[in-house]
């Protein structure tokens, strides 16, 4: 089955406006990232957040292992964050390997 | 600023054919990948490597080769194409275990 859930699939916000993605994952986590692509593009990591919370501008990542979930928080939201955002998780047994999410497509307009 | 490149950035062949994709990487990472990435099942890893010389398996390995040739060059070879393999192929590096993986931009794949 699927290791790792994203939702929700797309999202649609005007710009300003708050969003919310979530990551929830199957199987016990040794860490977790957090990858933003653009339609076409290569992907370009956000967070590398094995637990807790981490900021970066008007974004915000938080993770909770024992509870195998992780959040992604964007605030006032702009045009330019239109793109796939994309989770990815290392499993406990997995050995250096990643597996990611199906992703979110988020689109912004004004 | 980690830098990753594949070459070729586009490719079409036919059935049957024989493709290489190559990947370096200049910021001396121990680890490289290769995924693909299609609509409906996300990035998926081929293989990877943690120095020159050694291969992992990863989890869509069938149908593909690869080989570390030194730290910075990661090959994947497809050595009778197939149409499913038509795919957006990328390369990745990262500096250790536990540490964000770098990605180069990507090659598009077109079996006939």
């Known amino acids: 089955g699927q290791q790792v859930q994203q939702s929700p699939t797309s999202l649609v916000l005007q710009e300003g406006e708050n969003a919310e993605l979530q990551c929830n994952f199957s199987t016990s986590l040794n860490s977790m990232q957090w990858f933003y692509q653009r339609p076409g593009g290569s992907l370009v990591s956000v967070f590398y957040?094995?637990?807790g919370t981490k900021q970066s501008g008007r974004l915000t990542s938080t993770t909770v292992i024992k509870e195998r979930r992780s959040s992604l928080h964007i605030s006032s939201s702009q045009i330019t964050d239109s793109g796939t955002y994309l989770c990815?998780?290392?499993?406990?047994?997995?050995?250096?390997?990643?597996?990611f999410g199906q992703g979110t497509i988020l689109k912004v307009y004004l | 600023e980690a830098a990753v490149t594949q070459s070729p950035r586009n490719k079409v062949t036919v059935t049957g054919g024989n493709v290489t994709l190559s990947c370096r990487q200049t910021n001396s990472h121990n680890y490289m990948y290769w995924y693909r990435q299609d609509t409906g099942h996300g990035l998926r890893l081929i293989h990877y490597?943690?120095?020159?010389?050694?291969?992992q398996i990863g989890d869509v390995p069938d149908g593909y080769k690869a080989t570390r040739t030194t730290q910075e060059d990661f090959f994947l070879l497809l050595e009778l194409a197939s149409p499913s393999q038509t795919s957006l192929y990328f390369c990745?590096?990262?500096?250790?275990?536990?540490?964000?993986?770098?990605f180069g931009p990507g090659t598009r794949l077109l079996v006939l």
């Open positions: 990745a590096s990262s500096d250790a275990r536990q540490d964000t993986q770098y």
């Open positions: 490597s943690y120095g020159a010389g050694n291969l």
């Open positions: 957040n094995p637990s």
């Open positions: 990815a998780m290392e499993p406990a047994s997995s050995g250096q390997k990643l597996v």
